[in-house]
């Protein structure tokens, strides 16, 4: 399996858009208020570097997948340990995006359908495909529903203009301060994207360089498309009721009203909406599957797939999670020790290990 620098691209744009349209913004707004965009920016910038040095981890070990080198940096053991940290985080963030996909779905299409018969569906499509295809399968789908999801994405943003008023997000900096900025960016940066995917996927990729381009511009991209969203939305509503949306991109879509015309143009978000989330949750389901093959030695990971596809579904069903999951993912525990430690202080680790071993093997090789 195969993956190329242009479907590399697209599939780290649409996982880490669909991250950005659920929750950044509305923890973000709730600390920083009218603020909070520059909260979304000191975020997307942390994530950038992140992803950056998750890419040069990656160049250190191209061959690899994050099973087979974490376990050559700090032994089996250990090595084990480390990686099911990556293994639960990658778990809760399917979680996260399942749930809220069928919240997203009984909120405003299926009202009276069972939530069962919603994450059904879904879970199963996104393990078809995956059994089927793998990654193969999920990049060719994300090469062709990304130009697309994108577009719409973006032109939804700049087609309110009557509705916008820019002294919503004034005065700057002055009735929040730097305390409350940068607890918007602590509380929100952790979900605006989900670097660590990369430290499996990468493995896949048919060029390392063009895909470390394409991963690099995929999600600078989605940071910038971030930052916009969050300008418009203080334009367009303002920091309070920015505060208290639960899916702020789909709102925005409900204030298009040009001429009286041109209206109701969640109709084209909404499918697109559940397309990426569809592309998100196969990246995920993929990479935990075959990580958990290594990790096991079990070497079907298809039928790996299928079981915790089992369990995902299960998870999802009798979890004790509440409707809004702000106050879950709120926690200290998340944002102040799990998310820091597997973005910022393994990377980190595995990234001084890895220069050390290669100005080793340089240092002791023949002139």
Request: contains cysteine.
């Amino acid at each position: 399996m195969k993956v190329s620098g242009y479907q590399m691209f697209w599939l780290i744009n649409i996982s880490s858009m669909i991250m950005v349209s659920y929750l950044p913004i509305q923890l973000a707004a709730r600390e920083a208020r009218q603020d909070c965009w520059i909260s979304m920016l000191l975020g997307s910038l942390v994530m950038l570097a992140v992803t950056w040095i998750m890419l040069r981890i990656c160049m250190q070990h191209k061959d690899k997948t994050l099973v087979v080198f974490i376990k050559d940096l700090l032994g089996t053991v250990l090595g084990k340990l480390v990686v099911f940290v990556y293994f639960l985080l990658w778990f809760m963030q399917m979680a996260m995006i399942a749930k809220g996909m069928a919240e997203f779905q009984s909120l405003v299409m299926l009202h009276n359908t069972p939530m069962l018969f919603v994450l059904v569906c879904m879970l199963f499509l996104v393990a078809y495909a995956v059994y089927r295809g793998g990654i193969t399968a999920v990049s060719r789908c994300a090469e062709v529903i990304g130009p697309f999801f994108v577009s719409v994405l973006f032109a939804q943003l700049f087609l309110n203009p009557q509705g916008m008023d820019m002294k919503r997000v004034l005065p700057v900096y002055y009735d929040s301060g730097w305390y409350l900025i940068l607890k918007g960016t602590f509380y929100s940066m952790n979900y605006l994207v989900d670097p660590s995917i990369i430290l499996m996927l990468f493995f896949f990729a048919e060029n390392k360089r063009t895909a470390a381009r394409g991963i690099m511009w995929g999600t600078a991209v989605a940071m910038a498309w971030g930052v916009i969203t969050t300008l418009v939305l203080l334009f367009v509503t303002g920091p309070r009721m920015a505060a208290e949306m639960i899916v702020p991109v789909y709102s925005l879509t409900k204030f298009v009203s040009i001429l009286n015309f041109i209206q109701n143009i969640d109709a084209f978000f909404i499918p697109l909406w559940l397309l990426g989330a569809f592309i998100k949750l196969g990246v995920g389901l993929f990479i935990l599957s075959y990580g958990l093959s290594q990790w096991t030695g079990i070497k079907n990971w298809k039928l790996i797939a299928c079981l915790t596809t089992v369990v995902w579904l299960a998870y999802l069903l009798y979890s004790g999670h509440e409707i809004r999951l702000t106050n879950t993912l709120r926690s200290l525990f998340l944002v102040g020790g799990l998310y820091p430690f597997a973005y910022i202080v393994l990377p980190l680790l595995f990234w001084l290990i890895g220069s050390i071993r290669q100005h080793r093997k340089s240092s002791g090789s023949p002139s």
